[in-house]
């Protein structure tokens, strides 16, 4: 587009110098109207109608053209001009063009001697002033200036402007690399993948070169992975997805133009504005172009390119077409770094066309936040310790997942099954593992998965068929079969029963709905409150405004395992650090340990009042003493729940838009209006 700004914007200007007159114009015609009112601008109009831009640069502008004449085109060898003009170099055309382009309106009492301005090319034109008025841009004089035109100004020129030429560089890629600071970790890494030679060869090569600072944005495993001798087959595929054959430059690369490299996988160029007008290549930024070398020509990148099948698996899932609803559930299951790590994993990746083929409510479940351990659990069922690739995998093998449980492999004469799932695409490769994309999602046995709404949950349960009742009365339905997510404290028949039978007949009272909805909405909270998720005391408001209160109390004990025993101390892979409790409080520790450790063990240290939760049922350190004076104790303690003086019967009844907790009273707000019913009124 700014070539076609810069052809329209030479013709406008070639106009204006051939008719002197033209000067005395108020700037009503365009720049490329004028160029094509002007004889002595057919040749740069000739460029335009080549460069297909004339409806382009009818642009708004407003711009500054240095436009040359007929007779400056003549001064170029016919051949270079008959090679411009060919369709097969309309780049170079572009080049050329916008080279003589500037951005704004610049006349000719704004020119300072020596004063360098940019193109719209990218390059800049360096003024040069004589004599008081004998204006020069490069080597070209300005021979009629400051004609007007409705997008900006031309200045007529009697010489094309040549783009300056870079010297030839004596340097070869690599040699150039070890010149330059900034690129010493890709000199090392060319060493250690043994490319040296090769890219001191012939060539000609493009090299998208990392700096410094993009080798080291990759973690340090990854760095120390590629950079291990045994692994220089990964670091050759790495480093050779950052070169192709040929010597392109800059001005050749255009927008989501694909390049083969020499790794055999493409990368995309985009040229955006984005970023100061620069080029990204992949991800990746271009901070420094054209850095030419004797052998071809070096493009700094401020980002490592890494092969779509040599990503980590965390975040090969998010580079791969057809995966995006994996990637997004394994963010919101925040498995995404633990993927990332040095594993080896090997996961059974559905597709999304997988992940749409279940109830569209049972994905919004499993993507709701406050069901991150469900979520957990279906992901951890797709992954396998171990790097495990196709050729390895038996018929009738037994595989046993991250999540616990084991997966079934079918391998026949028509391929490979996972449970019931077909293994579509297999052995993707990634940095640390491999993946196997399936077309069914896989469901461990005792995951739940809710399938009715809070309504439809309220229906299927007898023991509330009174609430269903006043839920109807309220006008509440349609509320509570929602998005949300929801809590509700839901009373059960009995607890409604305790009311007054003349207050139960008011409040269901057509003419008493406000009230009703009142008293609803006060058993209704905004999110999903699981009955771990709540703590002693805490306060909730609720859907009518007003604060329900939990109270969390334990109704159990605990006892002590042992002295100086249990795993090793290693408290970050066999323990979780639940909190310090000063007072030595066990019986509050105990509850805390039942609701957050599912080992139900707890580690308690008197000197510090420090706890840890155990993770594991058998510690991978065969139960040898832990260090200090640490203290092991297994909860054997429930958690009572009341919502302010209602007792939680049935706690963490999952809906597929949130969560029922089953309660034995009605709960009241507070300022409740008087009732009336006939004769009758409530006090």
């Known amino acids: 587009m700014l070539l076609k700004t810069f052809i329209l914007s030479s013709v406008a200007m070639a106009v204006m110098s051939a008719t002197p007159s033209l000067r005395l114009q108020t700037g009503s015609k365009t720049i490329v109207d004028l160029a094509v009112s002007t004889p002595d601008l057919s040749t740069l109009v000739t460029a335009l109608t080549a460069g297909g831009l004339v409806k382009t640069l009818s642009a708004k502008g407003p711009f500054t053209v240095f436009a040359p004449t007929n007779e400056a085109f003549d001064k170029v060898p016919a051949a270079e001009l008959a090679r411009l003009l060919d369709p097969a170099n309309l780049k170079d055309l572009d080049a050329l063009l916008t080279y003589h382009v500037a951005s704004g309106s610049v006349f000719a009492k704004d020119i300072t001697n020596g004063e360098k301005i940019k193109t719209v090319e990218g390059q800049s034109v360096t003024a040069q002033i004589f004599m008081g008025n004998r204006i020069f841009i490069n080597n070209a004089e300005v021979t009629t200036a400051d004609i007007a035109a409705s997008n900006g100004v031309v200045h007529i020129i009697d010489t094309v402007l040549s783009l300056p030429v870079p010297p030839p560089s004596t340097k070869n890629i690599v040699e150039l690399a070890i010149a330059t600071p900034n690129l010493s970790t890709l000199v090392t890494a060319l060493k250690a993948g043994n490319l040296v030679a090769t890219l001191e060869g012939t060539g000609p090569f493009t090299v998208f070169a990392p700096t410094d600072e993009a080798f080291a944005k990759l973690p340090s495993l990854y760095r120390q992975l590629l950079l291990d001798p045994k692994n220089v087959k990964t670091l050759q595929k790495v480093l050779t997805y950052h070169v192709s054959a040929g010597a392109v430059l800059s001005k050749d690369i255009v927008d989501k133009e694909v390049i083969r490299t020499v790794e055999g996988q493409d990368v995309i160029a985009h040229v955006t504005k984005a970023h100061d007008d620069h080029i990204m290549i992949n991800d990746a930024y271009v901070t420094t172009a054209d850095v030419v070398a004797s052998n071809g020509v070096i493009h700094i990148v401020d980002s490592v390119l890494m092969p779509p099948d040599m990503l980590a698996i965390g975040n090969l899932t998010a580079a791969t077409p057809g995966l995006t609803t994996l990637a997004t559930a394994l963010k919101a299951a925040e498995l995404v770094d633990t993927l990332n790590t040095a594993g080896p994993f090997t996961v059974f990746a559905p597709t999304d066309e997988a992940f749409a083929a279940l109830p569209k409510a049972s994905l919004a479940y499993l993507l709701e936040p406050s069901n991150i351990d469900s ?144 008293l609803l909405t006060y058993h209704v909270v905004a999110g999903a409150i699981y009955s771990n998720g709540l703590t002693n005391n805490e306060s909730i408001i609720t859907v009518e405004g007003e604060k329900v209160v939990a109270h969390v109390v334990p109704s159990g004990g605990f006892e002590e395992v042992c002295t100086r025993c249990d795993c090793t101390g290693r408290f970050n892979i066999d323990y979780t650090f639940l909190g310090h409790f000063d007072g030595a409080d066990k019986g509050f520790i105990a509850v805390e340990a039942n609701r957050a ?87």
């Open 375 to 518: 979520l957990q659990q279906l992901l951890k069922y797709h992954v396998v310790a171990g790097s495990v690739k196709s050729t390895a995998l038996t018929n009738g093998e037994s595989v046993k997942t991250l999540e616990g449980k084991a997966v079934s492999v079918t391998v026949s004469a028509t391929g490979i099954k996972i449970n019931s799932a077909t293994v579509t695409t297999a052995d993707v490769l990634a940095l640390n593992g491999v993946v196997h994309i399936i077309d069914e999602v896989l469901m461990p046995s005792d995951l739940e998965i809710p399938t009715k709404d809070i309504v439809g949950l309220a229906v299927a349960t007898s023991d509330l068929s009174t609430l269903v009742t006043a839920l109807k009365a309220g006008a509440l339905v349609a509320t509570l079969q929602g998005a949300g997510p929801f809590t509700v404290f839901a009373p059960t028949n009995e607890a409604f029963a305790k009311l007054s039978p003349i207050f139960l007949k008011l409040l269901l009272d057509p003419s008493n709905v406000k009230t009703l909805q009142k």
């Open 597 to 683: 450790c599912k080992t139900k063990t707890f580690v308690y240290q008197p000197g510090t009042g420090a706890v840890w939760c155990r993770l594991k049922d058998e510690c991978d350190t065969g139960g040898q003493p832990i260090s200090g004076d640490k203290q092991v104790y297994r909860a054997r303690t429930t958690v009572g729940i009341k919502i302010n003086d209602a007792a939680v019967t049935t706690a963490d009844v999952r809906a597929l838009n949130g969560v029922v907790h089953i309660i034995d009273s009605v709960l009241m707000p507070s300022g409740m209006p008087h009732l009336s019913y006939g004769n009758y009124t409530s006090l």
